[in-house]
């Protein structure tokens, strides 16, 4: 009984992350959703080129106390362009209909940004929508998002990565255009419980089985 309780117990970590990986992969409920703040991630790379980009840095960006207008500083991660355009990869753990992406940016009426998906990378063509300054950040007094919706039906996938483009035509290195975060919500028709056993073997498959064979 306890050496079984000792198996169990070692085995149970890598249950939970199979588990973990399972469940990312097959996004049952058709919503999806990942930030980056400039540190590693399996979903959105760093932004490149580097040669357009200033060196990641600790900022401090005022933080409203959600029950009061006082603003607190709190550190965070920024990086600015001062060359324009510059890149970053989405890589989807599946199919979706739809991505939102809102930039949250040091906003400057004298800067414009923009926000472009490729539609053909080998001949140089991508879709610029139209995008909307929001403010869903409470932690950022000084931030705001600029939002822009895209229908993956257009876009050139390729093993499930998105291209985006940030336009920033206004930085320079004098005056960079600051980003402190980019984040991502990725929205599709849920599965129906008919549909899960099968789309659950599927994954299961292209996941597990082939990458081990």
Same mark, same amino acid.
């Given at each position: ?30 919503? &999806?959703?990942?930030?980056? %703040?400039? !540190? ?6 760093? #932004?490149?080129? @580097?040669? =357009? ?64 998906? &490729?539609?053909?990378?080998? %001949?140089? !063509? ?6 909307? #300054?929001?403010? @869903?950040? =409470? ?64 994954? &299961? ?9």
């Amino acid at each position: 009984m306890i050496l079984r309780s000792i198996k169990f117990l070692l085995a149970a970590p890598s249950i939970w992350l199979i588990g973990w990986l399972f469940w990312q992969n097959l996004v049952p409920a058709g919503h &999806f959703e990942v930030a980056y %703040n400039f !540190k590693p991630s399996p979903f959105i790379s760093a #932004l490149r080129p @580097p040669e =357009r980009l200033t060196k990641t840095k600790f900022t401090e960006v005022g933080s409203r106390v959600a029950s009061a207008a006082e603003v607190r500083p709190q550190l965070y991660k920024e990086q600015g362009i001062i060359g324009d355009p510059v890149y970053f990869d989405l890589r989807l753990p599946s199919s979706f209909e739809n991505v939102e992406i809102i930039v949250l940016h040091e906003y400057k009426p004298d800067q414009k940004l923009t926000i472009s998906a &490729f539609t053909d990378r080998k %001949n140089w !063509k991508f879709v610029t929508p139209e995008a909307q #300054l929001v403010n @869903p950040y =409470r932690d950022y007094a000084n931030g705001l998002g600029l939002r822009a919706n895209f229908n993956t039906t257009s876009l050139d996938i390729i093993d499930r990565t998105i291209t985006f483009i940030l336009g920033a035509p206004d930085a320079s290195a004098q005056d960079p255009t600051t980003i402190y975060e980019i984040k991502i919500s990725a929205s599709k028709k849920p599965l129906s419980w008919r549909e899960a056993p099968a789309k659950a073997w599927k994954t &299961f498959k292209t996941k597990f089985l082939i990458l081990n064979s």
